[in-house]
């Protein structure tokens, strides 16, 4: 089993530049699909609770670059858990093109949530759910910092 979660993607003419390689928003929308794909597979408890009164508030989100993409290039975006709070969660992700003579990393990215509850105008900081706890952690990039739980 791979130590991380990963979606593929072909890369389309809308994703590109007038320039012809991938606009950079469009890896920050790839993490964000690559999220919710790993909610919908590995934690479904946790959708039905992000249509009661669960949210997950991106609080970070970056990306560096290593090489260009352009259309109907094929991207594994594979996501790892770096970090698991109490209330929050790191992700790193990263970008590989997939191509007949092998995997090139392109680029590589983070994220950190927080896990709130309530209604909008009232959300407080909330415990990341035991459902999603218990799916990270074949995905966890090592041993848990102290005072952190994996």
């Not at 479904?44 to 249509?51: E, I, K, M, R, T």
């Not at 896990?115 to 105008?121: I, V």
Request: charged share 25%.
């Amino acid at each position: 089993m791979a130590d991380y979660y990963e979606i593929r993607h072909v890369v389309g003419f809308e994703e590109t530049n007038l320039v012809g390689n991938v606009y950079y928003v469009n890896y920050l929308r790839w993490q964000g699909r690559c999220r919710e794909m790993f909610l919908k597979e590995k934690a479904p408890g946790v959708l039905a609770d992000l249509q009661d009164d669960l949210k997950l508030f991106t609080l970070k989100v970056d990306c560096e670059f290593f090489a260009e993409i352009t259309a109907f290039d094929e991207v594994s975006v594979r996501m790892r858990l770096d970090e698991l709070t109490q209330t929050q969660i790191q992700f790193s992700f990263e970008y590989v093109r997939m191509t007949d003579a092998g995997e090139h990393l392109v680029a590589r990215g983070r994220q950190r949530i927080a896990c709130m509850r309530g209604p909008n105008t009232a959300t407080v900081p909330a415990r990341v759910p035991e459902e999603l706890r218990q799916a990270l952690v074949p995905y966890a990039t090592g041993p848990a910092p102290a005072g952190r739980t994996r």
